[in-house]
């Protein structure tokens, strides 16, 4: 069982940053590929990034590359989510996931492939 908690969300301006947080308990939390997903009001939760088991790895969703950076810090049970040049579209509850992986470089980008995942945090970006 891996306990996920994130935050870190609030109201920004456009343009603005911020930094996501997520803290894990439970299992080695080096066992997992660690991502984070949003869902916006209406729509579909979406995939956003992930950092692989290692951390040498990422990968980002289209919307969000070389704005957001993902990173992690195994021996702190730690996963950030650096997120700047905010747009409105950004707007969405974020959430933290780990995923099982036996690859210390896979990098899953599908929700069905992340077993846990944590309660979400509010990001809002006023334009």
Sequence with gaps: ??????S?????QAGGSLRLSCAGSGRTFSSYAMGWFR??????????AVNSRSGDSTFYADSVKGRFAISRH??????????????PEDTAVYYCAAAPVRSYRYCPTASHEYEYWGQGT?????S
């Design 8 to 12: 870190g969300g609030e109201l920004v």
């Design 74 to 87: 195994n021996d702190k049970n730690l996963v950030y989510l650096q997120m700047d040049s905010l747009k």
């Design 39 to 48: 869902q916006a009001p209406g729509k579909e939760r979406e995939f956003v």
């Design 122 to 126: 509010q990001v809002t970006v006023s």
């Design 1 to 6: 069982q891996v306990q996920l908690v994130e």
